[in-house]
């Protein structure tokens, strides 16, 4: 399949909530629109070879600092979702140095356990996060004194984000950052051998895919207008692995495509919920066995040695 | 003044073993200096401990008199010292040439403020020039996982030559290779330091290479320095040969 042809097909699943306009449909697509950036970023650590299962958390903490930024402090929204996504970043690059010298499963523990502290935090810390009972009545998101109201605001505002953040991945992908993160995840010996600073790459990289995380968690903050610790949990962690499994980790097409398609499974699946965790199982054994490269393998057939 | 390599009362301890134990000595501008040694003699642990994979237990390393004990590799790799590996490092599902163009990159471009103020400097060479030095220009746009073996150390060579170092560490250069391939890997080594003024320290068990192609050679034992020559007083030394003997090493 040309690569052309993929992308008219995208743009037209991402036109298709107006042409069935329901209020139903448009959720849909803006709650995929918000985690397609979330794949993105946990797509750009396995590109150096680390699993983070942190970036859910990242996501909380954008959406939290955002909410309270405006509701506490009558902070303008967009410099609110800028800040929260800041906040993030700097709290990744505080904790990045110390995670990313540590490799495998040992770092995926680590994020994990960062993960459930940060959601911890949310769930006991009432005075300011509002608990497990959470924080209601986050103003709507408004703009050159255009307010955001209706949730078709809210899936273009999500959109233009995915088509920045997608840009940003590809581009880092194509230029020779990206060819740095493969060579250190491919060969760190060599790469460090010939001077590749490895830890200040991984730092920047976990950096930059915690402030992408954090601006999604704002939308998402501004669109729902309620936050309980709940959605940022490790369930997330999980979806998020799922859609990079099944779309493919080799090309940012792949998490992309991996959103498109987990996103929507439990309002598909809504008559078997208790099955939904059953199928993802079934999906992840089949692309594992069958497809490793995801989804994207059928599209960018990926190049063999001669 | 002068030393490029300066090692001073080396030691690296593995636990109860003394892996190498209190090794001096100086490499110059120009000189192609080997180790030599018996099986488990601690040559590999040295020549770890100078490219930074392992810190000293004691004793101190530097390098045009800047103290790099204890440095990352790629803080090494930095100042100058390139490296080649015994087993090949390639990154095999890419071409020679990207290879190439990839070790000069990663280098000059090394951390992600370096990438962007060294955006406009100009390569530090270019991978066709080093792909006709060191014999690649056939094998340029092939991929490098589909090169014969020796042909892969010597991208090996290319890659580390593409970061323009002053002191090139060599661990076993001719292990793997046929006959042939072991006269040209000589041949090599002495046009590095002849026409790119690449100094050149060499870890290496292929005796006709050793006495072939370095200036000095330091002969250790059990982690201990015994003799420290040219090849030709090397050869002739009682505590070497005994150190070899039982071996099937032979001095040509």
Redesign the interface.
Known sequence: MKPILVFVVIAALALLPWALDTRYVFHIATMIAIMIPLALSMNLMLKLGQLSIAHPAFMGIGAYGTALLTMRLGCPPVLALLSGALFATVIAGIFGPVFLRIKGVYFVLLTYAFGEIINLIFQEWTGLFGGNSGLYGVPKFSIFGLRLTAVQDYYVLALIFVVASYAAMRAIERS??G??F??LN??E??????????L??RI?AFSFSAFVAGISGGIYAFYIGFLSPDPFGFRLSVDLVVMNAIGGVSSVLGPLLGAILVVPLPEILRGAHEYQLLIYGVCLIVFLLFMRQGLVSLIQPR?K?? | MGHLLEVRGLTRRFGGLTAVSDVSFAVEPGEIFGIIGPNGAGKTTLFNVIAGHYRPSAGKVAFEGHDISGHSSDEIARRGIARTFQAVHVFTEHTAKENLRRAEVIGRRHNPIAYFAHRKRAATADPREIAGFVGLTEAFDLYAGSLAYGLQKLLGIGMAMMVAPKLLLMDEPAAGLNPSEKKAAAVLIRRLRDERGITVLLVEHDMPLVMGVCDRILVINQGKPIALDTPSVIKADATVIEAYLGEDYEFA
């Open positions: 020779d950052i060819a740095m493969e060579s491919e060969d010996m060599l790469s460090r051998s010939i001077g590749a600073n490895a200040s790459w920047a190049r040695p001669a």
